[in-house]
Structure formats: structure tokens, C-alpha cells
Nanobody, 124 residues
Framework: QVQLIESGGGLVQAGGSLRLSCSASGLTFIGYTMGWFRQAPGKEREFVAASTWSNGATSYVDSVKGRFTISRDNAKKSVYLQMNTLKPEDTAVYYC?????????????????WGQGTQVTVSS
């Protein structure tokens, strides 16, 4: 059974930092593109960042470029999201996701495995 388990969410003041972690089990991790998505109350799920297996390519939504960094440790079957200079508009539930589709995938429908989510709240 595939499981993606996120951790690291919490409450932080604007300008602060958080590091989200996602640990995968039940899958090889080899060949998987890993992504982070978020969903704020009353809004649709939004792509945040992704990292490919093949060449470590990364992609970010414009609103987090320069502030967030996605990384992965394939040996630990883990992916991380370092979030700096957080803003109140970053408040959301953050989800880790995995797909075998090649390359960078920004659509949620391309991902087949999802974590349960971790809450990030940024106070002003």
C-alpha cells in the first residue's frame, strides 16, 4: 500500500520559514515525479512545485519563485519543501503527490498518489 506522509506544517508569522517533509512508502520512488500542491479555504487546489526523478528538474508556481525550494532525497524516499519569507496568502493545506508520468507535471490530475496534507498557517 502506497503512503505519502507529510509533516512540518504549523503556525508561523509572516516573514518566517517552514520546511515540509514528505516520506513515501510502498513505492520504489524510482522514476517518480514528486509534487507539492496546496489548497486554501474556498479555493481550488493549486500546484506549488515539482521535482523530476530523471534529471532533478524543478518547477514552481510564480507566486513562490525565489521563496520556496523543492528538494528530494531518493535514498530516503523523501521530498521536501523549504518555504521562506512566508506570506499570509501562503496559508493552506499542503499536499505531497507522486506520479510516474515523465517530466514536470503541474496538473493535479496527473498525480496518482496523494498524502493527507499538512496545515500551514501564516499570520500577519
Amino acid at each position: 500500500q502506497v503512503q505519502l506522509i507529510e509533516s512540518g506544517g504549523g503556525l508561523v508569522q509572516a516573514g518566517g520559514s517552514l520546511r515540509l517533509s514528505c516520506s513515501a512508502s510502498g513505492l520504489t520512488f524510482i522514476g517518480y515525479t514528486m509534487g507539492w500542491f496546496r489548497q486554501a479555504p474556498g479555493k481550488e487546489r493549486e500546484f506549488v512545485a515539482a521535482s523530476t526523478w530523471s534529471n532533478g528538474a524543478t518547477s514552481y508556481v510564480d507566486s513562490v519563485k525565489g521563496r520556496f525550494t523543492i528538494s528530494r532525497d531518493n535514498a530516503k524516499k523523501s521530498v521536501y519543501l523549504q518555504m521562506n519569507t512566508l506570506k499570509p496568502e501562503d496559508t493552506a493545506v499542503y499536499y505531497c503527490a507522486a506520479t510516474r508520468a515523465g517530466g514536470i507535471q503541474t496538473l493535479g490530475t496527473a498525480y496518482i498518489y496523494w498524502g493527507q496534507g499538512t496545515q500551514v498557517t501564516v499570520s500577519s
